[in-house]
């Protein structure tokens, strides 16, 4: 999978859910309220919201492994600002996640719906941070260059997949 870094590919996912994700939930807590749907599809929201936490990490660490080539065009302070902007998307997420599972777990119908009601803002919360650390990650690669490092470096016939588990966007073989 070296013919493109993992970084970019990563990333949509869990924009893309930031976005479903508060239809979903107010959707998903009408239908219990109305009693269309029972309690336990909220499990269904908690899926989603960790499968947005999980999609999310993976895509800062794959971030990570791509910042010390893409420092090479793209000033820091802007990096820092996405990378910032990512941590704070993934605190949120984490805490929506919480909140998600208080409310499949909660013991009263009544403190469910509360958390419910708190989680559904709570994901317009999660869509807001993930509007601004997408918002950031456009502007490096469209206003600051950050996809030349890649372009520049395919041209040279180089690797161009970052590792999701080392510091490092290059893997280095030395059984050559």
Not at 31 to 40: C, D, E, F, I, K
Request: charged share 20%; net charge negative; no cysteine.
């Amino acid at each position: 999978m070296n013919d493109l870094p993992l970084h970019p590919v990563l990333v949509h996912l869990p924009i893309a859910l930031a976005v479903i994700l508060p239809p979903a939930t107010a959707l998903t807590l009408l239908a219990w309220v109305r009693g269309w749907l029972p309690r336990r599809a909220w499990f269904g929201v908690v899926a989603l919201q960790a499968t947005l936490l999980l999609s999310g990490f993976l895509a800062s660490r794959t971030g990570e492994a791509d910042e010390e080539r893409v420092e090479r065009v793209v000033p820091e302070a802007r990096i820092e600002a996405h990378e910032e902007a990512a941590e704070q998307f993934l605190w949120v997420a984490g805490v929506v996640l919480l909140l998600a599972a208080g409310t499949a777990m909660a013991k009263s119908e009544r403190l469910g719906r509360s958390l419910a009601v708190v989680t559904l803002l709570g994901t317009l919360a999660v869509a807001w941070a993930g509007y601004r650390v997408g918002h950031a990650g456009g502007a490096l690669v469209y206003r600051h260059g950050a996809a030349q490092v890649f372009v520049d470096a395919a041209a040279q016939g180089q690797p161009l997949g970052g590792s999701l588990w080392s510091g490092e966007g290059e893997h280095d073989d030395d059984d050559d």
